[in-house]
Every structure is written in C-alpha cells, then in structure tokens.
C-alpha cells in the first residue's frame, strides 16, 4: 500500500505483474552491470544474471525504492544460466529479509513470491519461483569496480553523483563530497555488520558485488542464523575456507570498503584521508557491536562506570554459550527468564557475575527483564523451519510458508500458536550447510 501498487488489479494480474510476464506502463527494465571480489578473487564482469530491474517508486513518505524481479528469465548477464529461480531460493530470502526487517535490520525487503508453474532444471527437476525485491538501490561496492577496473573515471563519477543524490544529498556542496560519500557507506556497512552479529546472523557470502552502498543486507544466498553459539561458524557449503565465517564479518567489511575508496580515490586523490575513514572501521564496529550486547544483556551503560568491564562480561556469556554449545538466541531469552525470584541458577559463575552487575544499576528485575525481552528475540528464522517451508511449498503445500511469515513478523513476542517456531532444532534436524540459489 505505502508503494501505491495496491491498485494495480487482482491477484491473478498481480502474479502477471510479480511473475515477470506483464510491464507496468512507464517501466523501463534493465539488467545491472557490476563486478566484484568472490571470495577474495576480482572478476571484472557479472551482474545481474537472473535480475531485472522494473523501476523505481516513490513511497507516500517521499521515499525512493527499487522495484526488482529475481529469477524472470535471462539477461545480457546470465551467461549459460537460463535466468530462472527454483522456489526453494526465493521461500528462503522472502522468510529472511522479512524476519531481518522486522528484527530492524536495513535490509533489502520481499514485496511478492510468485510460483511460475515452469519446471526450472538443476540438480533435479525443481518448480520455478520469482521473487520481487524492493531496495533503496541496487548500487554495490561491485558496481564501482566495475567502471574503477575499466579505468572509466567518467563512469564512476556519474555514478557516485547518483549514489550521493539517492542516498546522501547533502554532502553533495561539501568540499570533498565523494570522500563523504565514503564515510557515510563505511558507516552503515559496519554498524550493518555490528547487528548482524549481535542477532547471531552469517551472511554467508560477503563478496563485494553483494554489499549494497546503502547500508541494507543484500543478497540472501547461503546466510544462516546460528543455533548453537559458535564464533568460527560458517554454513556456506562454498566457504571453504572459513572467509566468511561468523567472527570473520568485521575483518571482511574493512578489506571490501578498502575495494571502495580505491574506487573513489579516481575521483579525490586524498589517500590519507580515505585512510583515516578506514582506520575508524574496527573502533565503529566495537562500539556498535558491544552497545548492542550489553542493551541484549540487560545492562544499561549510560549507568555504566566501567564499559570495558561490561564488555568483558559480553565477551564470558559468548564464551559461556560456546563452551556449553547452548543456543544463541533462546538463551538471551533463558537469561532474562533468571531475574525472577523463584529461578534456580542455570549459567554458572558467569550468572553470579552478571546478576551483581544488573543490581547495580536503578531500576527493577522485572524491568530488566522486559527491557532484555524487547531486543531478544524469541523467533527467528532457523535453518531446519526454512528448510521444512521450502520441501512443502516445493510440493505446492504453504501452510508451513505462512505460520512461519507470521511468526517472523512478530520476533518479539511469545505467540504460543507459533511456539513450534521458536524451538532449536533436534540434532537430526540441524541444517550444517547452506546453498546459494544459482
């Protein structure tokens, strides 16, 4: 409703539209070119290979989105590939960037899911999806290399010009506007980052055709939430090496924003000061991190004369949960459940530790308490649940599909029709790699 596309017809028109097989009036589609650094290793061409972008919109707030099939068909990108999207790929990231937005992460969002009735071959036979996909922009770190490997400096300019009108007019009178634009992109790609890691998220695959300027989680291929806490984590069954594994992400977002000043360094040569922007990442990441960590704790550290020990005490509860291989999410929760009276010791040393330190600061348990529940989740969108949504809507079952978008809407909440949701996975069901969609 805020796109105004709620009076673009019926439901059958609508799947036209979302499925690719009808242009909206005053659509333009295109495919974008971009390249990017795959795990380390620059190619210096590969955009959008089964994307097409409609258009843009403006929102009845005055905000500007990207409208975005994934998985119509071919374009001049595609290569060998047909284009296509088996369903499973788009069920997955509609259930996870919806489950990120309502978790209030930036991220990219799923407008429509579309089953094309078309049979899309790969391993097997598997029935055809397509997704739509809105965004601020679709402008990567990739799409700068893509002009900066050509040496095409009038294309990165007329590219950064764009990016600072979409996403940072007002820098745009400043003297170095491009190295604003930079920290405005270092900024939000590593607080992004710092979130990500405070709900347990791995990306998966950082490469950096798939960070968006804007600071919004893009591309869900191989991501995953953690179960069971474990800081070198990676589900990526093409991960082999452990790049981008969970405790990896900050060292990541660094080394892909140094890809982006070279970028911009065509445009304003002023290398030490990119180099100082750079130098901010770790200290930006840490305050974000932490900030998040001790809020999840329970611990208010405006009272705080001491932040270093608190962080400390986040650094012992991860250790905790590594060590006992407790579940990431259900134990912050299990945590908060420990401020009752009546509760019996659950976690050790580290919970005289921490109950000592919460006791300290004004305020009630029972208020600590809500505080703590209103930032930790007790739903999330868990490996072995997407991946039961995805073999039921492959045999055209959803059922599974919509109590899990329910449930994932509301993160916070208990929600004893969803509780089913919200419980770790039995061994047998542990989901230990994930797939890209390609």
Excluded at 82 to 109: C, N, Q, W, Y
Excluded at 220 to 232: K, Q, R, S, V
Excluded at 262 to 267: F, S, T
């Amino acid at each position: 409703v805020d796109l105004g596309l709620d009076q673009l017809g019926d439901s059958a028109e609508l799947a036209d539209i979302f499925g690719g097989n009808v242009i909206l009036p005053g659509a333009d589609p295109i495919a974008l070119a971009y390249a990017g650094h795959q795990f380390g290793h620059f190619s210096p061409q590969l955009g959008d290979g089964r994307a097409v972008l409609l258009g843009d919109v403006v929102d009845h707030h005055g905000r500007r989105y990207d409208i975005q099939l994934k998985g119509s068909g071919r374009t001049p990108f595609s290569r060998r590939g047909d284009g296509k999207s088996s369903l499973g790929p788009v069920i997955r990231e509609f259930l996870v960037s919806e489950a990120m937005h309502a978790l209030g992460v930036p991220t990219t969002r799923a407008l429509a899911a579309v089953a094309t009735g078309e049979t899309v071959h790969r391993e097997t036979a598997l029935p055809g999806g397509v997704l739509t996909r809105i965004a601020s922009s679709h402008i990567r770190i990739g799409t700068f290399e893509y002009f900066a490997a050509r040496r095409d400096v009038a294309g990165v300019k007329a590219l950064a010009d764009f990016a600072i009108a979409r996403h940072a007019p007002n820098v745009a009178s400043q003297s170095q506007p491009y190295l604003a634009l930079f920290e405005r992109v270092l900024e939000a790609q590593t607080q992004l980052v710092a979130h990500w890691m405070s709900i347990g998220f791995i990306h998966g695959v950082m490469n950096t055709d798939n960070m968006a300027i804007s600071g919004e989680t893009l591309d869900y291929g191989p991501c995953a939430f953690m179960d069971a806490f474990h800081a070198e984590k990676v589900f990526s069954s093409i991960d082999h090496g452990g790049r981008y594994a969970f405790n990896q992400q900050p060292a990541i977002v660094h080394w892909n924003l140094t890809r982006l000043a070279e970028c911009l360094l065509l445009l304003d040569e002023d290398q030490a000061a990119f180099e100082l922007q750079l130098a901010r990442v770790k200290s930006l990441f840490e305050s974000s991190y932490y900030r998040r960590m001790r809020v999840k704790l329970g611990i208010d550290d405006t009272e705080s004369d001491d932040l270093l020990a608190d962080n400390e005490l986040v650094q012992e509860w991860l250790g905790y949960l590594q060590l006992h291989q407790l579940d990431y999410t259900q134990s912050f929760r299990a945590l908060a459940d420990q401020l009752d009276e009546d509760s019996a010791p659950r976690f050790g040393d580290f919970e005289t530790r921490w109950l000592r330190r919460v006791q300290r600061q004004p305020g009630s348990k029972p208020d600590t308490r809500r505080s703590m529940n209103a930032v930790n989740p007790m739903f999330i969108p868990r490996n072995h649940q997407i991946e039961r949504a995805i073999t039921a809507g492959i045999n055209a079952d959803y059922s599974i599909f919509d109590e899990l978008r329910v449930a994932l809407s509301q993160p916070f909440d208990a929600q004893e029709r969803y509780a089913q949701y919200a419980v770790p996975p039995r061994p047998e069901e542990q989901v230990l790699r994930t797939y890209c969609g390609t």
